[in-house]
Structure formats: C-alpha cells, structure tokens
C-alpha cells in the first residue's frame, strides 16, 4: 500500500516562493511518474505539473514560474513555486500515477495581493 504525504505550503504574499514536498511511502517506482494538481475553493482540481521518467510537464498556468523534481534516494517530488499570484491560492496534491493514482492529502498555499 502506498501513501502520500505533502508538506511546505503555506502563507506568502504576491511575488514570493514556496517549495513544497510529497514524500511517497512505498514502492520506488510510485514515484516513476508523478503528479501535483490543485483545488481553490468552489473550483474543480486542476493539473499544474507533471514528472514521468524525469521529464516534466507544466500547466501554460504555471509555465516558467514553476518546476517539478524528485529525489528517487528519499522518493520525494518537489514543486518550486516563484513568482506566487493570488491566482495560485488553492489546496495542493500530489498524485502516483504509477500506483493506482493515489492521492495525498493535500497542503494549503494562500497568496496574498
């Protein structure tokens, strides 16, 4: 059985960063391809980014202000956010797509004008 646990969110105003965290608790290859996707309030979760056999992918959203890594030694996938807007607030998740696409639980980032 696999688990994800997303860590780093947080509070920042407009043009700050944050860098957040999903460990995967189980097979390595859980982490062979990887997703985060986001949910702000009343909307539908969304798709930003995206690690599959280390190549990357990005929602036009995000494109140039985020970037998606992974440490297969601490099976751990990262997300660099820069450059923050309002706009980015929502509840963040990681997802295995190469484990049955198994969700986390989710870290809240806020953004602040």
């Known amino acids: 059985q696999v688990q994800l646990v997303e860590s780093g969110g947080g509070s920042v105003q407009a043009g700050g960063s944050l860098k957040l965290s999903c460990a995967v608790f189980g097979y390595i290859f859980c982490t062979y391809d990887m997703s985060w996707y986001r949910q702000a309030p009343g909307m539908e979760r969304e798709f930003v980014s995206a690690i599959t056999n280390g190549s990357p992918k990005y929602a036009d959203s995000v494109k140039g202000r985020f970037t998606i890594s992974q440490d297969n030694a601490k099976k751990t996938v990262y997300l660099q956010m820069n450059s923050l807007k309002p706009e980015d607030t929502a509840m963040y998740y990681c997802?295995?797509?190469?484990?049955?696409?198994?969700w986390g639980r989710g870290t809240q980032v806020t953004v602040s004008p």
């Open positions: 997802k295995s797509v190469s484990c049955a696409n198994t």
